[in-house]
Nanobody, 125 residues
Framework: QVQLVESGGGLVQARGSLRLSCAASGRTFSRYAMGWFRQAPGKEREFVAR????????DYADSVKGRFTISRDNAKDTVYLQMNSLKPEDTGVYYC??????????????????WGQGTQVTVSS
């Protein structure tokens, strides 16, 4: 089992930047593909980005492609989400998740066995 704790959320103006972190503890971090998801008020949770166990492969939702970058440091048991050029529609609770089965994880929530508690990101216009 792995425990995940997100941090780095906050209030930022449109066109600003934030970097989210997700620290893992428990089982060997490098065994897990990692994903970021978000949930806006009144909406379902949606896929944002994923990264393979080694960090060599990444994938993004179309809505964030070119603005967000997912990365990981297996020596620090941490995955990051660098968010640039933020828009009000990026507002939501951001969750990291760990997938023990697929090398690159998935864009589907049910592929992930472990989830953090979430961190709030609010982008003002």
């Amino acid at each position: 089992q792995v425990q995940l704790v997100e941090s780095g959320g906050g209030l930022v103006q449109a066109r600003g930047s934030l970097r989210l972190s997700c620290a893992a503890s428990g089982r060997t971090f490098s065994r897990y593909a990692m994903g970021w998801f978000r949930q806006a008020p009144g909406k379902e949770r949606e896929f944002v980005a994923r990264i393979s166990r080694s960090g060599a492969s990444t994938d993004y939702a179309d809505s964030v492609k070119g603005r967000f970058t997912i990365s990981r440091d297996n020596a620090k048991d941490t995955v990051y989400l660098q968010m640039n050029s933020l828009k009000p529609e990026d507002t939501g609770v951001y969750y990291c998740a760990a997938d023990p089965d697929l090398a690159l994880g998935s864009s589907r929530e049910n592929s992930y066995d472990y989830w953090g508690q979430g961190t709030q990101v609010t982008v003002s216009s």
